[in-house]
């Protein structure tokens, strides 16, 4: 499985972009995909999961200013990102857990970095 995230970039406070990650290769019916960010110093945290059963899920500082939708036909996760703050700016990545029958596997895109400043 490989992840293709895009979509980071500067922009101000208050304003809002959307972040893709388009997967290809092999997947199970069984999976969760999540957006994750690092901010400099900092661990790495989960922003946002879509489960495969359609429940999503998101940490407490983004509830109601981000939004995680997939696009199922295009293999395709988003995340919507309303209202941002300086504190939102990290480099955002998203994973994939599935599971194949035997074991959880976990694949990563690359990094994308957003910026929240005048």
């Known amino acids: 499985v490989q992840l293709q995230a895009s979509g980071g970039g500067l922009v101000q406070p208050g304003g809002s972009l959307t972040l893709s990650c388009a997967a290809s290769?092999?997947?199970?019916?069984?999976?969760?995909m999540g957006w994750y960010r690092q901010a400099p110093g900092k661990q790495r945290e989960l922003v946002a999961n879509?489960?495969?059963?359609?429940?999503?899920g998101y940490v407490d500082s983004v509830k109601g200013r981000f939004t995680i939708s997939s696009d199922n036909a295009k293999n395709t996760v988003h995340l919507q990102m309303n209202n941002l703050k300086p504190e939102d700016t990290a480099v955002y990545y998203c994973?994939?857990?599935?599971?194949?029958?035997?074991?959880?596997?976990?694949?990563w895109g690359q990094g994308t970095q957003v910026t929240v400043s005048n």
């Open positions: 290769g092999s997947f199970f019916t069984l999976y969760t």
């Open positions: 994973k994939i857990r599935q599971w194949d029958g035997i074991r959880w596997s976990d694949f």
């Open positions: 879509s489960n495969s059963d359609g429940s999503t």
